[in-house]
């Protein structure tokens, strides 16, 4: 069950923390860079939670991969948004413990495969 992997709930932490410091964004970001940010984090998430649904090895391994993609560019506009001065940190130690996580359910899916083929 997705909801039991680690990468998942640390995902589901990063979202709240990315929507909380968006609360305090200038009102002229709500339809860019917040906006940006709240669906890229969501999007990390959900394709765990959609990977883990589907039925074989390859599938569940595109959508961890696409959301490996939306937690880097959340990370591109989390930096973007330090550099304007809208944050005081960029969530970098947040973003990276999810890749890692991330990057080691890759993996191990993958050896999955590996194992099923044979």
């Given at each position: ?44 998430s ?15 391994i ?23 001065g ?33």
């Amino acid at each position: 069950m997705f909801k039991d992997l680690k990468v998942y709930n640390s995902a589901m932490d990063l979202c709240v923390s990315v929507y909380k410091i968006t609360d305090s964004f200038p009102g002229h970001e709500l339809f860019g860079l917040v906006s940006q940010m709240r669906r890229a984090v969501v999007s990390v998430s959900s394709n765990i939670a959609e990977g883990a649904g589907r039925g074989s090895y390859r599938e569940q391994i595109r959508f961890y991969y696409i959301a490996r993609g939306s937690l880097a560019e959340l990370e591109t506009q989390l930096e973007i948004s330090f550099r304007l001065g809208y944050v005081d940190c960029r969530l970098h130690n947040e973003t990276r413990f999810v890749y890692r996580l991330l990057n080691g359910l890759i993996n191990s899916t993958k050896k999955m495969m590996l194992v099923d083929s044979t």
